[in-house]
């Protein structure tokens, strides 16, 4: 076979790969979705794998695992194997062990753990390895994110009028129906949510992904809610126990309300809880992307202090009397000179969603 035609075959398995891993891609918990296609030494696809929901076993492992070693093999993954042994053996073992004798990944593990070692161990292995380089740069840009900082990545979301406020007449949604879908698959993308004292308690949200077949995959809630005001209506509204920050020195309600939610103390600092203890904690819950569903006044905090990887507003084209909560300047502050520049493409009908 030519050398030309050989790249082919290699660039396609390498695009396939991404394509599998992308089918996971918020489902695989801490670890990250790896996509895994097994060919023989003449091109021919011999098995395929993906990370596993919440992330294990790996994908190597569910390409590999079902094949014999009889026949000499090659694989193609988005990221390099794995080198360690967690709760499962290193990929690198049944790579070998099933006669693989060339590896091409497309992405180093940024994992401190990992990172590169999975390669090394391969060649000690006298297994070839080899990169080849992705079309998508971004792939596992939360996922970098969050290994590299030990904070989730922050995703926020915020509907507002055309005068940019985020209330209308005390209505819960003000956006349309395809603007809600698109809502709820930012809950399916995330894998945690957190709302403001004010929201849970005018909302009394649900917070969970109603997309149908996707309810399984709804995100860990956390409340922000200094004085711990909560109502009886909340006793029972999540399946999960959910988590709530305060800042309360009251045993009388910390004793009752432990029953129904996790309690976390945290100190305020000039009337403050701060942000980045709270995201610490969010990552050591297992979390690793946090979407910000408001209101204005949480979202501000986290703004003020950078922590906000990814904008999104979702602009009804309603319009607001008397807006109390605009939220004009935090887009003008976030120094994006033209907001029209941001417009996506995804259609939600009479609404406009900018991202950045
Ligand atoms: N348009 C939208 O997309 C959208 C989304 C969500 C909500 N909403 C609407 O917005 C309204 C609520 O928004 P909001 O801006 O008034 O309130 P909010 O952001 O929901 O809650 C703000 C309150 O949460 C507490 N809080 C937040 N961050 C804190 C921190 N770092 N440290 C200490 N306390 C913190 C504070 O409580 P304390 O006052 O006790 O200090 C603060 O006043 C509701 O009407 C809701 O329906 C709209």
């Given amino acids: 076979m030519s050398q030309k035609l050989n790249n082919f075959y290699k660039k396609y398995f390498s695009e396939l790969a991404f394509s599998l891993a992308k089918l996971n891609k918020f489902t695989t918990g801490a670890n990250p979705s790896v996509g895994c296609v097994v060919t023989n030494l003449t091109n021919d696809i ?19 695992s079902r094949l014999t070693s009889n026949t000499k093999k090659r694989i193609f993954v988005t990221m390099e194997p794995c080198s360690h042994f967690g709760k499962t053996p290193p990929c690198s073992r049944i790579i070998k062990k099933k006669k ?14 990992v990172n590169g070692n999975g390669i090394n161990q391969l060649k ?20 970098d994110y969050s290994v590299k900082s030990k904070f989730p990545y922050v995703t926020s979301k915020l509907a507002l009028t055309k005068n940019f406020s985020t209330i209308l ?18 809950r399916y993308m ?17 917070l969970d992904c ?12 956390f409340v922000i809610n200094p004085d711990l005001s909560i109502r009886a209506k909340h006793y029972n509204l999540y399946k999960k126990k959910i988590t709530i920050f305060h800042a309360s020195n009251d045993l009388s309600k910390i004793k009752k309300y432990k029953n129904y939610f996790n309690l976390i103390k945290l100190k305020k600092l000039e009337n403050l809880i701060d942000v980045s ?32 990887n990814k904008y999104h507003f ?35 009908l009479n609404d406009k969603l900018f991202s950045f």
Wanted: one cysteine or more; aromatic letters at 10%.
């Fill in 46 to 64: 011999i098995s395929v794998g993906i990370t596993s929901i919440n992330g294990r076993p790996h994908a190597e492992h569910n390409a590999l």
């Fill in 277 to 308: 203890s709270i995201l610490k904690i969010i990552y050591t819950h297992g979390c690793r992307r946090l979407l910000i569903e408001g209101g204005l006044k949480t979202l501000e905090c986290f703004k003020n202090k950078k922590y906000i």
């Fill in 169 to 186: 007449n005390g209505k819960k949604y003000f956006t349309n129906n395809q603007s809600l879908k698109f809502a709820h698959l930012l």
């Fill in 100 to 113: 693989v004798k060339e590896v091409y990944y497309s992405y180093i593990d940024t994992n401190p753990i």
């Fill in 210 to 221: 109603r997309l149908s077949g996707l309810e399984k995959f709804s995100p860990n809630i």
């Fill in 124 to 143: 000690e292995k006298k297994i070839l390895v080899s990169r080849i380089n992705s079309s998508d740069k971004n792939f596992y840009k939360e996922y």
């Fill in 190 to 206: 995330n894998d945690s949510i957190l709302v403001g004292k004010n929201t849970f308690l005018k909302d009394i949200p649900k």
């Fill in 314 to 348: 979702i602009f009804s084209n309603l319009t607001s009397i008397n807006s109390k909560l605009s939220a004009k300047q935090l887009i003008s502050s976030l120094a994006v000179n033209r907001l029209s520049r941001y417009k996506q493409s995804i259609n939600l």
